[in-house]
């Protein structure tokens, strides 16, 4: 598991205060950051999502990209605050 910074933590939390759901290709960014940016589950381990399975697929295959890419724990904390900074100035944050 990588260490987490606390801005990472902080934009995990924000992320779950959103005022209104993001789009399904937001939340596949967010998930595959978060998986990427965590590593609590390394990509070679994970069990590929099953025939139908569709929504794990997607999410899968997001999170695939960013391993492809060669996208580091650190990279995607970071890119994972920008996104949510981002959610947060176009859906707003409950307090």
């Not at 801005?7 to 399904?24: E, G, I, R, V």
């Not at 997001?62 to 996208?71: F, G, P, Y």
């Amino acid at each position: 598991m990588v260490t987490q910074s606390p801005k990472f933590k902080q934009a995990t939390t924000d992320s779950k205060k959103l005022k209104a759901k993001p789009t399904d290709d937001e939340l596949l960014e967010l998930y595959a950051l978060y998986k990427v940016g965590t590593q609590e589950t390394k990509f070679e381990d994970a069990p590929k999502p099953g025939a139908f399975d569709f929504k794990g697929k997607y999410k899968y295959n997001a999170w695939k990209k960013l391993v492809d890419a060669k996208t580091t724990p650190e990279d995607a904390q970071t890119k994972y605050v920008e996104l949510v900074d981002k959610l947060k100035g176009t859906y707003g944050m409950n307090a």
